[in-house]
């Protein structure tokens, strides 16, 4: 499966931005996802995630209640919602695929990135004023 992201941008701080991950040459309906994140000079770090049909979702702690992950299985699509966006947001966003495997590892595996099998590309998110 070959994942793509849409184009990030330069937006100001309190601004939002949705992403989007769509899915091609394969389908993500029974897999769960995640968004990760690699700031300027540090590691790529867990986002949010979501599981396969949506029923339950998972975020870091520094976008709790202010970014939202949703997927739209028949667009193969996966989304990311952000909102009061924060110069700390500043970042290449990946999307992710989970790997093949025991569907209930997900449940205590998703921050973890050896648990996703297929990447985008990344986009870049700016927020500065």
């Known amino acids: 499966v070959q994942l793509v992201e849409s184009e990030g941008g330069s937006v100001q701080p309190g601004a939002s931005l949705t992403l989007s991950c769509a899915a091609s040459d394969g389908e993500i309906e029974d897999y769960g996802m995640g968004w990760f994140r690699q700031p300027p000079g540090k590691e790529r770090e867990f986002v949010a995630a979501?599981?396969?049909?949506?029923?339950?979702?998972w975020y870091a702690d520094s976008v709790q209640g202010r970014f939202t992950i949703s997927r739209y299985d028949r667009k193969n699509t996966v989304y990311l919602r952000m909102n009061n966006l924060k110069p700390d947001d500043t970042a290449v966003y990946y999307c992710?695929?989970?790997?093949?495997?025991?569907?209930?590892?997900?449940?205590?595996?998703?921050?973890?990135?050896?648990?996703?099998?297929?990447w985008g590309r990344g986009t870049q998110v700016t927020v500065s004023s």
């Open positions: 992710a695929r989970a790997s093949d495997g025991d569907r209930d590892t997900f449940y205590y595996s998703y921050k973890n990135a050896n648990r996703y099998s297929h």
């Open positions: 979501i599981t396969w049909g949506g029923g339950t979702t």
